[in-house]
């Protein structure tokens, strides 16, 4: 609903009687699928930002154009709206190159929070996506999960650091019970609390008071003045949560949860496809040109302006988009091809983002998940030889396309993240073989999370009954089986395509009081597998 009706609304309000200033609020409260403000925290858990009733723009800021640009030309123009990100600056470097217009279009970009004309919120951003009024977006995929603005056409990157999640006194995941969590509403922020709180089976309705704001700043601000325990945010403005003494609990290098991806419009795929792939080569002949040529990009970004919002200056080009860059791990053409000649691991993170959404009580669409990859693009541009890199990119860990070797990881300094949940799993009679059932469980509690994230390990820790026996079982039996079962939950984890470097496999006794014990529910209790999410990195 557009400002002037919502104005005209509330003017007819004021004039009638009470009950139709009711009706009139209900009629401009909008889906909480689109809100656009600032909630307010309760006082209770489970606060939600659903609690915000504004509306959304469609008036889009006017682009910035390169230095190549000739709004009289005949090349149509191609907008995009992203972020201050190092890994999307990959925009700029297109333009200050030349390189939109070498491929038949003219770049517009619209960059997020340049200043107060840009002040776009994730909604207005989704919106004008959705509308056609921009060509594509860089965001992330669980916005796409969230709300299908568009459809996804390449991968920009694997989160490898930048998203964290900061607190005071909270050792573990499952410590956020009973926390106050902020986080910019609407964002990756956002998702990052919630896919956090699932893993702990916490519910962000009743277990958490959510504090949403209106940015990552804001709720840095927030955290540091006291308002909330615990802040999700992103580089630089995570780190300034140190100041009221936050430390990090964790972050993307362990949890790979966080993909960015270009997002195309509906409207362009179907009105103008052979612009969309104009666009795609070009972002790939600029990336490769990154990468095969550095300084001279990160020069490029520089001499873009705007430095203070891109933090890449002209005198420190290099170093300052770098330090960008390294905790990204960015999908050259290469991992793109890999990931969009096989899109179900794709599908699959949206298919779960969607899941921790809905458990999160946000609305999501019911639409199908696999229209929302479109691989015809970058498959088209790495059909091409010109396009492919010769050079790597300063973080070369994308996880998707390669496996990768974690065998001289140490895990003897292991830090616990978080005790999973799930602890009981079934087994066949007088076996280790674990029962359909228990695989279900593990398949719901385990794998979503490990298959997502490279940068954490399991122990698995194995426990057995020790019941009366003639003559009495030994330490040695009792280890056998407690191992044994430890070892049936790895043995199926890696069937599930985990690499076996990331489990500590170990085997506990019961306690004394507990052995040579014919009482049922005792042996009961001392039957379980222990899951344990540990990083050696925190």
Known sequence: MDRTRIIFIAI???????????????????????????????????SSSSSSTPTVRLDSPEPIWGPNNDAHSDLPAYICGADAFG?????????????????????GIIPFDLNDDYAISEEQRTALLDSGQWNCLLTTLDSVALSSPGVITAIVDESAGADQLWGRDVPTINDLKGQRITFSRGSVGEYFVYYAL???QLSPRSDVTLVPQDSVADAVAAFNEGQ????????????????????????????????????????????????????????????????????TAASQIAAWGNNDWSYVYEESASDDFRLWLESVAQADLGDNAFVMRDTRPII????IARRVWAASDLSVPADDVTALVEPSYVLRAADQASLQPLANPVNDTFSISAQLDLTDVATGDAATLAVLPCR???????????????????????VPTLSQSVGLFLRVKGSSAWPANDPPWTEDDILEVAEGRAQSVVDYLVSQGIDPARFIVEAELPPVEHRNTDDANIQESDRFVELTLVTSGR
């Not at 966080?258 to 997002?263: E, F, L, S």
């Not at 666009?279 to 550095?294: C, D, I, M, V």
């Not at 699959?348 to 298919?351: G, K, S, T, Y």
């Open 348 to 351: 699959n993170r949206l298919q």
């Open 424 to 446: 009981t799993f079934v087994f066949l009679p007088e076996s280790t073989e674990l029962t359909l059932e228990s695989r279900r469980i593990l398949d719901n509690c385990v």
């Open 228 to 295: 909330a325990d615990v802040v999700s945010g992103w580089e630089p403005d995570i780190y300034d949560a140190e100041s009221s003494g936050g430390a990090p609990l964790l972050s993307s290098n362990q949890l790979r949860i966080v993909i960015d991806v270009i997002v195309t419009s509906r409207q362009s795929l179907n009105s103008n496809a052979e612009l969309v792939q104009n666009f795609h080569n070009a972002w790939f002949a600029t990336l490769k040109a990154q990468t095969e040529g550095f300084d």
């Open 12 to 46: 007819i309000g004021l004039a009638l009687m009470a009950v139709c200033g009711v009706v009139a609020y209900n009629l401009i409260t909008p889906d909480e699928s689109l809100v656009d403000g600032t909630a307010v925290a309760d006082a209770t858990p489970g």
């Open 87 to 107: 890994s999307y600056f990959t925009l700029q470097q297109m333009q200050m190159s030349g390189t939109d217009i070498e491929n038949g279009f003219r770049l």
């Open 198 to 200: 699932s893993i702990a």
